[in-house]
């Protein structure tokens, strides 16, 4: 499974933006697809996850109210809508996904990881 994600950029605190990762190879018949971050300095901590039908999804508290996590089978894509953009969300975003059922956060059990995109945001 090859992840590919883009979307990322530079903004002004408060703007919005929208990272989307798309996937290609060996698909599930269950998956979920999960978005993580890493900030200089910082371990990589969870942001948000998708179960693969779209019907379950779970945050980070640091994100709840402000970023959307979605999926659109038919693309093979996974979508992050993220809104009020603070300059502490700045960090690299990588997708990940990992067979099963369970929204985990734990980074250790997603299988496949995209290449990260850049998200800066300035004060």
């Known amino acids: 499974v090859q992840l590919q994600a883009s979307g990322g950029g530079l903004v002004q605190a408060g703007g919005s933006l929208r990272l989307s990762c798309t996937t290609s190879?060996?698909?599930?018949?269950?998956?979920?697809a999960g978005w993580f971050r890493q900030a200089p300095g910082k371990e990589r901590e969870f942001v948000a996850a998708i179960s693969w039908s779209g019907g379950s999804t779970r945050y980070a508290d640091s994100v709840k109210g402000r970023f959307t996590i979605s999926i659109d089978n038919a693309k093979n894509t996974v979508y992050l809508q993220m809104n009020s953009l603070k300059p502490d969300d700045t960090a690299v975003y990588y997708c990940?996904?990992?067979?099963?059922?369970?929204?985990?956060?734990?980074?250790?059990?997603?299988?496949?990881w995209g290449q990260g995109t850049q998200v800066t945001v300035s004060s």
């Open positions: 190879g060996r698909t599930f018949s269950t998956y979920v």
């Open positions: 990940a996904v990992r067979r099963g059922f369970t929204l985990v956060t734990n980074t250790g059990t997603y299988d496949y």
